[in-house]
């Protein structure tokens, strides 16, 4: 039997990491993390959108703070005693993720990423660069500077 030759010798591979929302895991890109820091409350802001608990201090900058959960629509845990923020940049801009729990930092084959189906006109499936099969469950693959465009607009118009 001949050997076949794939597409593999020509993957990628991508360093990821990996938390809960909920029930749900998501992941994104370690070159887009600054640090993980254990849960703070945020000081709010008036008229703030539903899913920007407010602004922390990091390191003398003020940066959103923003529940993960609530901007993509999925139910999150109560105990915030596990919770993280990620703080991570997204184009020119820095901001905190609230997440449940950082469960793990992968390394991935970038052939293992399958394309989120489109199957509703009031999905938008660019909030993911895909899924990841990943042992008994599917990892949603975030993709931050889709869902965070306008902090860049923002910042780029500053």
């Not at 909920?22 to 000081?43: H, L, Y």
Request: hydrophobic content about 45%; overall charge negative; proline content about 6%.
């Amino acid at each position: 039997m001949a050997a076949t030759t794939s597409a593999s010798s020509q993957q990628t591979t991508l360093e990821i990491i990996a938390f809960h929302l909920g029930n749900q895991q998501f992941c994104i890109k370690t070159t887009s993390i600054r640090e993980i820091r254990g849960w703070a409350a945020a000081t709010p802001l008036p008229h703030a959108p539903p899913h920007v608990l407010g602004v922390m201090n990091l390191r003398g900058s003020v940066i959103p703070v923003i529940d993960l959960a609530a901007k993509l629509a999925v139910p999150n845990a109560v105990d915030t005693s596990r919770s993280a923020i990620v703080v991570v940049e997204v184009g020119q801009g820095v901001l905190g993720l609230v997440v449940d729990q950082v469960s793990d930092i992968l390394s991935i084959g970038t052939d293992r990423i399958q394309p989120v189906p489109d199957f509703a006109a009031s999905f938008d499936p660019a909030f993911s660069y895909g899924i990841i099969p990943h042992e008994h469950s599917m990892v949603c693959f975030l993709n931050l500077d889709h869902m965070f465009a306008s902090l860049d607009e923002t910042a780029n118009a500053a």
